[in-house]
Antibody, heavy 121, light 108 residues
Framework: EVQLVESGGGLVQPGGSLRLSCAASGFTFSSYWMSWVRQAPGKGLEWVANIKQDGSEKYYVDSVKGRFTISRDNAKNSLYLQMNSLRAEDTAVYYC??????????????WGQGTLVTVSS | EIVMTQSPATLSVSPGERATLSCRASQSVSSNLAWYQQKPGQAPRLLIYGASTRATGIPARFSGSGSGTEFTLTISSLQSEDFAVYYCQQYNNWPPNTFGQGTKLEIK
């Protein structure tokens, strides 16, 4: 059974940093592109970033470029999102998700339950 | 960036009836369109990809159609567990993938 479990969310002040983790199991993690998708409270879904199987390609939505970094450790079956210079508008539930396709735009066929990030003073 | 527009924002339908949800893209996305279902407090679930292919384990009452800029999700006979929010997503022009704002399907 495919499982994705996020952790690392919490309350952080504007300008602060946070690192999210996603532990994957039930599939060959190193064979899949992976994504982060977020959802602000009461709002819709926003794709944030994704990363190639070996970490050599990474893509971001414009609003987080230069502030967020996606990474992975295939030996630990883990996906990460380092978030720096956080803003109030980054407040959201952050989902880890598996990409269905390789090397292109892709829907996401499995999702974690999400971790809440709140940016507030 | 491609803008996805869903209509209506809220749809009220009785159990057992058919529901039709629409999604429009600001430019052609070919058939690179997915639909998701999200219930309160839960993660989204992939229903349809490639505009019309059901994801693993999705009941046959869910069907998708369309290409280019106009897409439809049809639920043929609504069950109680189908009342939720539905999102469309284009992945043709990436990055970024972009989602519609959602349609809330509620019990009439």
């Amino acid at each position: 059974e495919v499982q994705l479990v996020e952790s690392g969310g919490g309350l952080v002040q504007p300008g602060g940093s946070l690192r999210l983790s996603c532990a994957a199991s039930g599939f060959t993690f190193s064979s899949y592109w992976m994504s982060w998708v977020r959802q602000a409270p009461g709002k819709g879904l926003e794709w944030v970033a994704n990363i190639k199987q070996d970490g050599s390609e990474k893509y971001y939505v414009d609003s987080v470029k230069g502030r967020f970094t996606i990474s992975r450790d295939n030996a630990k079956n883990s996906l990460y999102l380092q978030m720096n210079s956080l803003r109030a508008e980054d407040t959201a539930v952050y989902y880890c998700a598996r990409d269905l396709y390789y090397g292109s735009g892709s829907p996401n066929d499995y999702w974690g339950q999400g971790t809440l990030v709140t940016v507030s003073s | 960036e491609i803008v996805m527009t869903q209509s209506p924002a809220t749809l009220s339908v009785s159990p057992g009836e058919r529901a039709t949800l629409s999604c429009r893209a600001s430019q052609s996305v070919s058939s690179n369109l997915a639909w998701y279902q999200q219930k309160p407090g839960q993660a989204p679930r992939l229903l349809i990809y490639g505009a019309s292919t059901r994801a693993t384990g999705i009941p046959a009452r869910f069907s998708g159609s369309g290409s280019g800029t106009e897409f439809t999700l049809t639920i043929s006979s609504l069950q109680s567990e189908d009342f939720a929010v539905y999102y469309c997503q284009q992945y043709n022009n990436w990055p970024p993938n972009t989602f519609g704002q959602g349609t809330k399907l509620e019990i009439k």
